[in-house]
């Protein structure tokens, strides 16, 4: 069992940063694909990026890469989404999620175990 929480959402002007952070707890986090999600009003919950337990395996949706980066501190149950040229498309809820199937070697865009409760991100234009 895992329990994660987001933070570090707010308000942004178009072209600038944030950093999601998400806290988790419970045993063997380092074991666990971490992944983060959004969901804008009206539409469905999208994969945005996830990073293999190994940590050699990252996965971006084609609507972020090259502006968000993945990123995890095992030492710390932590896993980062740095945003960067932030677009006011990027608006949504995000949120933190975690998979517990060892056995794949990819980063999966959906049928993940655990979720965390959201942290709102609004660019504004």
């Known amino acids: 069992q895992v329990r994660l929480v987001e933070s570090g959402g707010g308000l942004v002007q178009a072209g600038g940063s944030l950093r999601l952070s998400c806290a988790a707890s419970?045993?063997?986090?380092?074991?666990?694909?971490m992944g983060w999600f959004r969901q804008a009003p009206g539409q469905d919950r999208d994969f945005v990026a996830g990073?293999?337990?190994?940590?050699?395996?990252?996965r971006y949706a084609d609507a972020v890469k090259g502006r968000f980066t993945i990123s995890r501190d095992n030492a710390k149950n932590m896993v980062y989404l740095q945003m960067d040229s932030l677009k006011p498309e990027d608006t949504a809820v995000y949120y933190c999620?975690?998979?517990?199937?060892?056995?794949?070697?990819?980063?999966?865009?959906?049928?993940?175990?655990?979720w965390g409760q959201g942290t709102q991100v609004t660019v504004s234009s």
């Open positions: 999620a975690a998979d517990a199937r060892r056995y794949i070697t990819y980063v999966p865009t959906v049928g993940y175990d655990y």
């Open positions: 419970g045993r063997a986090f380092s074991s666990y694909i």
């Open positions: 990073l293999h337990w190994s940590g050699g395996t990252t």
